[in-house]
């Protein structure tokens, strides 16, 4: 089986920062797109940044020039480095993986999620 493990998440004043890492293991051949996503209260998830295998980052536009996305692929984890955090980053902040298991498959894989709470 694989998991997926968040850390790093809490509660911090508006302008503040945060690191979340995420920690993929299990049966893992390869790891393909990383990514983050959130979701606030009353709202659905949403797409925060994802990188590629190969390194490329993409981000959704309230949080570009703020949040910055990596990976370390030889020990299958990735980060998320939060800057300038507002009140309207407070949420559930989960890690998302699209790993294959074998040669002929790959797989939707999620975090348990960690709660990022900026106060104002």
């Known amino acids: 089986q694989v998991q997926l493990v968040e850390s790093g998440g809490g509660l911090v004043q508006a302008g503040g920062a945060l690191r979340l890492s995420c920690a993929a293991s299990g049966k893992i051949v390869s790891i393909n797109a990383m990514g983050w996503y959130r979701q606030a209260p009353g709202k659905q998830r949403e797409l925060v940044a994802t990188?590629?295998?190969?390194?490329?980052?993409d981000y959704t536009d309230s949080v570009k020039g703020r949040f910055t996305v990596s990976r370390d692929n030889a020990k299958n984890l990735a980060y998320l480095e939060m800057n300038n955090l507002k009140p309207e980053d407070t949420a559930v902040y989960y890690c998302?993986?699209?790993?294959?298991?074998?040669?002929?498959?790959?797989?939707?894989?999620w975090g348990q999620g960690t709660q990022v709470t900026v106060s104002s």
């Open positions: 990188i590629t295998s190969g390194g490329k980052t």
């Open positions: 998302h993986a699209r790993i294959s298991t074998t040669l002929w498959n790959d797989f939707d894989f």
